[in-house]
């Protein structure tokens, strides 16, 4: 099946700093990408969609400035959590999908940010 | 609003028992419901869709409008079906609008 790659599994970091999550579709073109955030037993939450050459459309109550989300190319997706504080500690993952058909969306293994 | 709620972060049965995880929706348009499964240390996968009426690895799942439910069942479960499971929605059959529940665990004890 289609594999998505997610990549740093976890990340510690210092209050201020910026950290960056990389999400690859290793097999297919992904033409849409998907950032989730999950906090502890808690379900996953929808942060944003990006669509490959195009801005990403985020949430309501998502700061778009905090979370800088690139998609360059139809196999990268990046989220970049500016400027991070120990409240952004998450569980964030990403999904991708060829085609608009959720059968065919595929998770990353997301990625634990600790802020310190 | 669409939402999707599974009132048991926990379920734990004996191996051979019957296993049911409930989820419970809100939408007022028709929805199309899903269950996930995420297996220790795996990523999240898709078991199966409402819409397929399949049967994935002894599991079956129907939806029912009146009771607005979409419960997970298995006849006998198995140690290898330890995981989590999530409950989802889709209001408007793309990816962008899955709804997820909160999700439970279930231990299947030898």
């Known amino acids: 099946g289609a594999v998505v790659s997610q990549h740093p599994s976890w990340v510690i970091c210092k209050s201020g700093t910026s950290v960056k999550i990389e999400c690859r579709s290793l097999?297919?073109?992904?033409?849409?990408m998907f950032w989730y955030r999950q906090f502890p037993k808690q379900s996953l939450m929808l942060m944003a969609t990006?669509?490959?050459?195009?801005?990403?459309?985020?949430e309501q109550g998502v700061e778009k400035d905090k979370f800088l989300i690139n998609h360059a190319s139809l196999t990268l997706s990046t989220l970049t959590v500016t400027s991070a504080h120990p409240e952004d500690s998450s569980f964030y993952i990403c999904?991708?999908?060829?085609?608009?058909?959720?059968?065919?969306?595929?998770f990353g293994s997301g990625t634990q940010l600790s802020v310190l | 609003a669409q939402r999707v709620t599974q009132p048991e972060k926990l379920l734990s049965v004996f191996k051979g028992a019957p296993v049911e995880l409930k989820c419970n929706y809100s939408?007022?348009?028709?929805?199309?419901l899903f269950w996930y499964v995420q297996y220790s240390r795996q990523r999240l996968q898709l078991l199966l869709r409402?819409?397929s009426r399949e049967s994935i690895k002894g599991f079956t799942a129907d939806l029912n409008k009146g009771e607005t439910s979409f419960h997970l069942k298995k006849p006998f479960a198995q140690e290898e079906d330890s995981a989590m499971y999530y409950c989802?929605?889709?209001?408007?059959?793309?990816?962008?609008?899955?709804?997820f529940g909160s999700g439970t665990q279930l231990t299947v004890l030898p």
């Open positions: 097999d297919f073109q992904a033409t849409t």
């Open positions: 999904s991708a999908s060829g085609t608009r058909r959720i059968e065919k969306l595929f």
């Open positions: 990006s669509n490959e050459g195009s801005k990403a459309t985020y």
């Open positions: 409402h819409i």
């Open positions: 989802a929605l889709s209001g408007g059959g793309s990816a962008r609008q899955l709804t």
């Open positions: 939408y007022s348009g028709s929805p199309e």
